[in-house]
């Protein structure tokens, strides 16, 4: 119990069948060449030499094997993940490509620690605020940074300029720059990319289309001739080491540590939660903050730089049909096996290539589609979602995602602030009771305001609940009763009890009764420890609005018998009592 509590990778592999060892080789091969170049490209993001990436894979998919829930989540380099840490070193390594393989490797495991904070605090709630539209926002501005930053590598230039906007005009200015050779290796690489996948599905085109490059340029000796290659790759594993930092340091990469690891986990929950339902099993979210933040501690110190949830090799490894841990377990191990002994090849990958490789990245993290469902769902959500693409390819990928989460919170407490309300009245028909506005014929009870509130009445919201109650009974035209439905109401704090003692003696000083139809819960509670409860003398309190609107037919009926008896006696300070 213990073991699948904290090891659910492990306790799973313990539990192995062998009829799952051909799948799993299968998948883990498929899984390998695929993440091989992807990992090459990847790092060239981060700005570190390809061997980075290939140690950002290793170990990790190792550690989450054993640490993690989910049997098909692949952990490895990711497109976003490796922006924002770009974006986080780059101004602190200033140029040092040294002390820029050593500041990933400390934002990396400060990641990893955050991580784990956050599972064993229990924070798995927190991908909830990242909604749909702001991820698909935040991909978008991803894939465009992507495809700006990486065209220069197809062109045959190196593009200056930080930002999407900066490189899109370096690149524009510098057409005449372009190198033909390099534009013919490109080219010839995204139409592979294009073409692959739709005529073999099952091949790792990615890998394919690299190799194919590769064989081209050392044929056709076209590295003489100014194609840039990768050049020498070391080989070997790397050491494992932790690199000397300052407290300045450390303070400026906190901050963009806690946005990395919060977008990786986002991403990564995204990726294991679809292909869980796919496969009929749950996803932790909690332990899944600890797996993840164990998987990145593994890729600081092996000197690789932040991971995450990588979606498309979980995609191969689903579709291959790989039905454990095991499929990450084999994909680390033939990744080393190319450290150790096959690095000399990959000396001739055109720079053009692995650009065409990230170009393919960068277009396919750009949704269009779910962008027009959202804006024919929500025009809101919508502005949202290109609100956070434009603040990722304008001010930066943490701002952008913070100013977005920000205006969905603000929509959040408006929504709270100025929650629905309706006037109730009766359709022939249909079952219970309907808003007026919606349903001009509703039929009502002369005298009587139907009013339901719905949603919590907290101090930003007490004294709109207040005028909007008073305003609903200013519309009706001799009021003598409001029944206050309050099923809706989840919770009221001090301010609302003040609100609503307000509302009642408002009302009264009008000769006009408050009731209160299905009170439950936290409201009731304070209803009771407020006193408001033994006020209204438990007369008021109707365990339903039917219950309600017959005591007070009860009440109006007496009057008027009252009325005709005696002539001018004042009936409206009595109060309807339960029929």
Known sequence: MLLSRWLPGLANLLQYRREWFRYDLQAGLSVAAVQIPIAIAYAQIVGLPPQYGLYACVLPMMVYALVGSSRQLMVGPDAATCAMVAGAIAPLALGDPERLAQLAVIVTVLVGLMLIGAGIARAGFIASFFSRPILIGYLNGIGLSLL??????????????????????????????THLPTLAIGVGALALLIWLPRRFARLPAALVTVAIATLCVGVLGLDSRGV??????????????????????????????????????????????????????????????????????????????????????????????????????????????????????????????????????????????????????????FWLCVLTTLGVIGVGVLPGIIVAVLLAILRLLKSIYQPTDAVLGWVRGIEGQVDIS????????????????????????????????????????????????????????????????????????????????????????????????????????????R?????????????????????GRAGAAQQPSHD
């Open 228 to 381: 840039s290659v990768l050049g020498p790759i070391p080989s070997g594993m790397p050491q494992l080491s932790w690199p000397q930092t300052n407290l300045a340091e450390l303070k400026s990469l906190l901050r963009d540590a806690l946005g990395i690891a919060t977008v990786s986990f986002c991403s990564a929950m995204l990726t294991a939660r679809s292909f869980a339902a796919r496969n009929g099993y749950t996803i932790n979210a909690n332990h899944e903050f600890l797996a993840l933040g164990v998987s990145n501690i593994a890729a600081g110190v092996s000197s690789g730089f932040a991971i995450s949830g990588a979606d498309s090799r979980t995609a191969v490894n689903s579709m291959v049909g790989g039905k454990s841990q095991l499929v990450g377990i084999i994909a680390a191990l033939v990744i080393a096996l190319i450290l150790l002994f096959f690095t000399a090849p990959m000396a001739w990958i055109p720079q053009a290539a692995l650009g065409a490789v990230l170009l393919m990245a960068g277009w396919g993290l750009i949704d269009i589609q779910a962008m027009r469902v959202i804006r024919k769902l929500s025009r809101f959500e």
């Open 438 to 545: 919606q349903y001009p014929q509703a039929r009502t009870l002369a005298g009587l305001v139907v009013y339901r509130f719905d949603d919590a009445i907290l101090f930003f919201n007490a004294d709109y609940f207040k005028a909007r109650l008073l305003e609903a009974v200013e519309r009706e035209p001799e009021p003598r009763a409001v029944l206050f439905v309050a099923e809706a109401v989840t919770s009221i704090d001090v301010s609302g009890i003040v609100a609503l003692r307000e509302v009642r003696d408002t009302l009264l000083a009008r000769g006009i009764v408050l009731a209160i139809a299905r009170p439950h819960g936290t409201f009731l509670r304070m209803l009771v420890r407020s006193g408001l409860a033994r006020e209204l003398e438990q007369r008021l309190l109707f365990a339903s609005v």
């Open 547 to 567: 219950a309600g609107i017959r005591a007070y037919r009860v009440w109006r009926n007496q009057l008027q018998r009252e009325a005709l008896k005696e002539p």
């Open 148 to 177: 700006a930053g990486q065209l220069g590598k197809v062109l045959g230039y190196k593009i200056e300029g930080e930002g999407f906007i900066l490189s899109l005009l370096n690149m524009l200015q510098r057409l005449g720059e």
